[in-house]
T-cell receptor, first 107, second 115 residues
Framework: KNEVEQSPQNLTAQEGEFITINCSYSVGISALHWLQQHPGGGIVSLFMLSSGKKKHGRLIATINIQEKHSSLHITASHPRDSAVYIC?????????FGQGTELSVKP | EPEVTQTPSHQVTQMGQEVILRCVPISNHLYFYWYRQILGQKVEFLVSFYNNETSEKSEIFDDQFSVERPDGSNFTLKIRSTKLEDSAMYFC?????????????FGPGTRLTVL
């Protein structure tokens, strides 16, 4: 069983739509990260959170520690948001990654 | 803005050869990591490094792998005798403090192809 599960695995949206990507984890963590991976392969950190909610531009990340669940929301989606979004949790000194959600936003 | 750099961007090698992947972490960062991503699979932790020592390593990180910080700027991953299954994208990352409380910054990756 994967320690970090994301859903959906693939998501296609129309420009302007509100998008939600979910992440559930089964291990004790000290923090949860949302990362973005572009087609070229590079990984960029979007959020690190251990409680509550964080917002950066059109991106919002929430975490519920009791339910071991986090969501990443994208408001007013745009084709440039197309990428793989990865949830990862910090356990000790390492990150444990989910399998990623491939998002495609059509104009 | 400071960034993590990696060289080369793509390395092709023959099975059994040694390869060294190089990383230059952000200059004031103290914790360093290597991850790999086999094509189509999730990113996997390999090793963490702090204070000139390996802090933690995964099951993947066997005796064929080693890491080193040979000088004040570079952080290297050596694979002694490459296998076909070592073909993957290798990412270096660094953080200012322990990753429990600090964001990790990733390099652009080195794509290793073992023939």
């Amino acid at each position: 069983k994967n320690e970090v599960e994301q859903s959906p695995q693939n998501l296609t949206a129309q420009e302007g739509e509100f998008i939600t990507i979910n992440c559930s984890y089964s291990v004790g963590i000290s923090a949860l990260h949302w990362l973005q991976q572009h087609p070229g392969g590079g990984i960029v950190s979007l959020f690190m959170l251990s409680s509550g909610k964080k917002k950066h531009g059109r991106l919002i990340a929430t975490i519920n520690i009791q339910e071991k669940h986090s969501s990443l929301h994208i408001t007013a989606s745009h084709p440039r948001d197309s990428a793989v979004y990865i949830c990862a949790v910090t356990q000790g000194g390492k990150l444990i990654f989910g399998q990623g959600t491939e998002l495609s936003v059509k104009p | 803005e400071p960034e993590v750099t990696q060289t080369p961007s793509h390395q092709v090698t023959q099975m059994g050869q040694e390869v060294i992947l190089r990383c230059v972490p952000i200059s004031n960062h103290l914790y360093f990591y290597w991850y790999r991503q086999i094509l189509g699979q999730k990113v996997e932790f390999l090793v963490s490094f702090y204070n000139n020592e390996t802090s933690e390593k995964s099951e993947i990180f066997d005796d064929q792998f080693s890491v080193e910080r040979p000088d004040g700027s570079n952080f290297t991953l050596k694979i002694r005798s490459t296998k076909l299954e070592d073909s993957a994208m290798y990412f270096c990352a660094s953080s200012l403090g322990q990753s429990s409380y600090n964001e990790q910054f990733f390099g652009p990756g080195t794509r290793l192809t073992v023939l």
